[in-house]
């Protein structure tokens, strides 16, 4: 392409609310044959709120969720922040944890008043040696109804079932239709457990699913999408999703995620509407159809 032609389409897609960091990526991006999105806050808002607490009645539920909001407080995951703002809406004070660690991919651990908190996925008590079987069967249907849903343990023992649910962006099915009917493939992915991946994945009209992904494992599978003679765009908000976006053959992040996500990416989406990676693709597609 000429750099005039190049700098036409990059305003243009400026114009788009598409920042192309450079213009080598204006003319990557018409060679794409696969998109790898995001679930959570590209997918989805990412903004989760907190809709089911279902708690044993072996400890006081007001003092059992002061002590899981101790231990969310700690953590920078989006759900931690949903589960932490539920509880306090409650009318809950928060005490001090005495010791806090994130498992990342998995949940947390923390100490408070003297008690051991675990919030996670399945298998983080599975893990730990906690029997979770007695809410398995509730946790699977808040999972296929698209709520992400974590267990609570007490001193190595079930004590709870949380579920937080987060709404998809309006504009997200069409933007994979688009994407679809442009003749690529569009492939969702995500840390979050299979089921509530696959209900929020139907809703999006996404068919191709890469769920339970730990956060380092994002960058293998766009790797291994390129091994088998994909050409792939990841499109992502979060500091999980860098090494990804650094990965893949054009990296896009969403405008308003986090700005490590956006220094590792070759675009930046300004408006968070994922619309804006056909106009992209589009955008290329017509600049490199200029150059004779
Ligand atoms: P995503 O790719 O959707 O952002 P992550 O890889 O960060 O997901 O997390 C995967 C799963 O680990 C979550 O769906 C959740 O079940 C569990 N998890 C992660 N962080 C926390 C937390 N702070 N509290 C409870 N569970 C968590
Ligand atoms: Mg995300």
Redesign the pocket.
């Known amino acids: 392409a000429t750099p005039t032609s190049i700098m036409a389409g990059s305003g243009r897609a400026a114009e788009l609310g598409i920042l192309f960091k450079g213009g080598e990526h204006l003319e990557s991006a018409h060679r794409l044959t696969t998109v790898v999105l995001?679930?959570?806050g590209t997918i989805t808002h990412g903004k989760p709120v907190l809709t089911n607490v279902k708690l044993e009645n072996r400890w006081d539920a007001g003092e059992l969720l002061s002590w899981i909001g101790a231990a969310?407080r700690h953590?920078e995951?989006p759900?931690?922040e949903a589960i932490v703002e539920g509880i306090k809406e409650r009318g809950i004070a928060l005490p001090a944890a005495s010791h806090f660690e994130?498992i990342p991919?998995?949940?947390?651990r923390a100490t408070v008043e003297g008690h051991e908190l675990l919030?996670?996925?399945r298998k983080l008590m599975t893990e730990e040696g906690v029997d979770a079987s007695a809410l398995l069967a509730d946790m699977t249907g808040l999972e296929e109804a698209g709520r992400?849903a974590?267990l609570v343990a007490v001193d190595g023992r079930l004590a709870g079932l949380l579920a937080v649910a987060d709404t998809i962006r309006e504009t997200s099915r069409e933007a994979v239709a688009r994407l679809k009917a442009m003749g690529i493939e569009v492939v969702m992915i995500?840390?979050?457990?299979e089921r509530t991946a696959r209900a929020i994945a139907k809703e999006a009209g996404v068919d191709r699913v890469l769920a339970e992904v730990?956060?380092e494992g994002k960058a293998a599978e766009v790797k291994k999408l390129q091994q088998s003679g994909a050409i792939v765009a990841m499109v992502g908000d979060?500091i999980?999703d860098a090494p990804a976006l650094a990965t893949a053959d054009v990296g896009i992040a969403i405008g308003g995620g986090t700005d490590v996500a956006i220094e590792a990416a070759d675009v930046t989406l300004m408006r968070g509407d994922l619309n804006g990676i056909a106009d992209a693709i589009l955008m290329s597609r017509k600049t490199m159809a200029n150059i004779k």
Request: glycine share 20%.
């Open positions: 995001d679930k959570t969310e953590s995951h759900l931690a994130a991919g998995h949940g947390v919030v996670g996925t992400t974590m995500t840390g979050d457990n730990l956060p979060g999980n």
